[in-house]
């Protein structure tokens, strides 16, 4: 394993460190002017410059190599040392990052938020953090600041509510993400103590340190599912998924759950550390995690056609279609593992877009209550068909990034797990097509029903799609067109990267 770690830093300048502090300068700036005129632009500046220093890493980097480039080193205390390296899946997932984060800038001056200038520096914060574990090698700063966005992300959540139950949503949103992050730092800790126990050198918890570094056998089932655990609440996959239909609903609409739900940290750090560190372990519970996945696919599908809410049916949707993604990582194949990556994205961005469909909505009639809506399509037309172009990603259709992503995921599957295992992961893909296709049909085109005079008289008053709402979604659109039809450069991004770690397990 070691033989594939090799260091390049063919710039002149610390591109990696200057990715993670402009959006922490940016949030810092945007505190000390508070709410003045000049604070919303100067953060959506930040948020497009940031873009740009990405776009300057994915141009720079030579993606056709495995290796970790662009090293950073910094020594602190210890088993805290700042090593940072970025391969084509950290370039993948800090794209998607920014790209997010840009749309948040325009996304949350449509909604008309309270407090915008306040707004944009937590959220270029939380960019600066999840940056931060995107680049970095050392588990226990991955850890560490893992910590950090849980904590800005819940007070966005708080902060910007739009349900009438919050404070259960943030009661149960620490419940959850608290008892992750205490089984990520628990397996952490163990891991630096079998470095230490096994090699002699004192605790390490840098992936080259670990990887290289076999865990003690008694170990290896421990530590994986301390690691597994803490990134499956995270993701979140069936049956950690307690928190998230919660504060779907009663939270903020769209923002935190773009940064809960459209970046999947819990995936990237499957991917990054979890594999990586202990195989053998990941090799033996396949089986086990694998018919959790399944039984995750139908279970939250067959759970998403009962919602009557909007908010909770996206919550479910998420939870069904992470399965899918479990299924391609946990196949161990290096097709699969590729899809799962792509699959990681694909539904950032179509999750991403539908919960700004689902916002902008809200902002008309005050409402996320499938049997108070209907007919918006007359009034917002062009709101419906991101909506359901962000649908049809979700489900893989030709012509979205999903359809190549779930293909690989699906081939693999059928490699490594046979033909069981794959018609069911896309039975549930079908399942879940239905109630997508079922809650676009009722909210746009169907006629609102039974409803008060009041009621009827305000959606046959929506007010129709502002320029800035055909700027977010026109954007969101033609991303998930554009990567769907030209799929070539992102399969090149992770190739590498997802062989080399396939070949951990004999594939």
């Given at each position: 394993?070691?033989?594939i770690y090799?260091?390049?830093h ?5 591109l ?7 959006p922490l ?6 505190l000390?002017l508070?709410d003045?005129?000049?604070?919303v632009?100067?953060g959506?500046l930040?948020a ?5 220093l ?6 720079q ?5 495995p290796?970790f480039?662009f ?12 090593h940072a390296?970025a391969?084509g899946?950290?370039v993948?997932f800090?794209l ?16 008309g938020?309270a407090?915008?200038?306040r ?6 914060a939380?960019?600066?953090v999840l940056?931060?574990?995107?680049v970095?090698l ?16 819940g007070?966005?959540?708080?902060r910007?509510a739009s349900?009438?139950?919050k ?18 730092l628990?397996g952490?800790l163990?891991?630096g ?7 002699g050198?004192?605790f390490?918890?840098d992936?080259l340190d670990l990887a290289a570094?076999p865990?003690v056998?008694?170990?290896r ?7 597994f ?6 993701t979140?996959?069936?049956p ?16 935190a759950p ?8 819990g995936?990237y ?6 594999l990586?560190?202990?195989?053998e372990a990941?090799g033996?519970?396949q ?8 039984a ?5 599908a067959?759970?998403a ?5 909007l908010r909770?049916m ?11 993604i ?7 194949d290096?097709?699969a593992?590729?899809?799962?990556a792509?699959l990681?994205?694909n539904?950032?961005?179509a ?5 700004f469909?689902?916002?902008f909505?809200y902002?008309?009639t ?8 209907g007919?918006?399509f007359?009034r917002i037309p062009?709101?419906g068909?991101?909506f359901?172009?962000?649908g049809?990603?979700i489900?893989?259709m030709?012509g979205?990034p999903?359809?190549d992503?779930a293909h690989?995921v699906?081939e ?9 295992v794959?018609?069911a992961?896309a039975?549930?893909n ?13 909210a ?9 005079a009041?009621r009827?008289?305000a959606?046959r008053e929506v007010?129709p ?6 700027l977010v ?5 033609a991303v998930?067109?554009?990567?769907g039809?030209y799929m070539t450069p ?7 990267s ?6 951990r397990?004999?594939?």
């Amino acid at each position: 394993m070691t033989e594939i770690y090799w260091w390049s830093h063919p710039l002149q300048f610390p591109l990696l460190g200057l990715i993670q502090l402009l959006p922490l300068l940016g949030a810092w700036l945007l505190l000390w002017l508070r709410d003045r005129p000049l604070a919303v632009p100067l953060g959506r500046l930040f948020a497009l410059a940031e873009l740009g220093l990405i776009a300057l890493l994915y141009d720079q980097i030579d993606a056709r190599s495995p290796a970790f480039q662009f090293a950073e080193y910094g020594e602190l205390l210890g088993p805290f040392d700042y090593h940072a390296g970025a391969d084509g899946l950290t370039v993948l997932f800090l794209l998607i990052a920014a790209l997010i984060t840009l749309l948040i800038s325009l996304y949350g001056l449509v909604r008309g938020l309270a407090d915008p200038g306040r707004l944009l520096a937590v959220v270029l914060a939380i960019e600066g953090v999840l940056a931060s574990m995107l680049v970095s090698l050392n588990l226990l700063w991955f850890v560490l600041a893992s910590a950090i966005e849980v904590g800005l992300i819940g007070y966005l959540l708080w902060r910007w509510a739009s349900g009438a139950e919050k404070y259960l949503a943030m009661t149960r949103y620490y419940q959850f993400q608290v008892t992750g992050l205490l089984l990520l730092l628990a397996g952490t800790l163990v891991l630096g103590w079998s470095h230490g126990y096994t090699t002699g050198r004192g605790f390490s918890f840098d992936l080259l340190d670990l990887a290289a570094n076999p865990v003690v056998e008694q170990l290896r089932t421990l530590v994986f599912f301390l690691l597994f655990y803490g990134m499956a609440i995270r993701t979140p996959l069936f049956p950690m998924h307690g928190w998230l239909p919660v504060v779907a609903q009663h939270g903020n609409i769209a923002i935190a759950p773009s940064l809960l739900l459209g970046i999947k940290v819990g995936v990237y750090g499957l991917l990054r550390f979890v594999l990586p560190i202990v195989p053998e372990a990941a090799g033996q519970w396949q089986p086990v995690v694998v018919a959790f996945a399944v039984a995750g696919v139908f279970y939250a599908a067959l759970i998403a056609f009962q919602q009557t809410n909007l908010r909770r049916m996206m919550a479910f949707a998420v939870i069904s279609h992470s399965s899918l993604i479990a299924i391609g990582i946990f196949s161990l194949d290096h097709a699969a593992l590729q899809g799962a990556a792509l699959l990681a994205i694909n539904f950032g961005l179509a999750t991403t877009t539908m919960l700004f469909m689902i916002g902008f909505v809200y902002r008309r009639t005050h409402t996320s209550d499938l049997t108070a809506l209907g007919g918006l399509f007359d009034r917002i037309p062009f709101i419906g068909i991101a909506f359901l172009v962000g649908g049809f990603a979700i489900v893989g259709m030709p012509g979205t990034p999903g359809f190549d992503a779930a293909h690989l995921v699906l081939e693999g599957a059928i490699t490594r797990l046979g033909a069981l295992v794959t018609v069911a992961a896309a039975l549930g893909n079908v399942v879940a097509a239905g109630f997508l296709l079922w809650a676009f049909q009722r909210a746009f085109l169907s006629p609102p029903g039974e409803l008060p005079a009041g009621r009827l008289q305000a959606l046959r008053e929506v007010e129709p799609t502002s320029r800035m709402e055909y700027l977010v979604a026109g954007v969101v659109v033609a991303v998930m067109l554009a990567t769907g039809f030209y799929m070539t450069p992102w399969l090149d991004l992770v190739a590498a990267s997802m062989d080399t770690l396939g070949m951990r397990f004999g594939h």
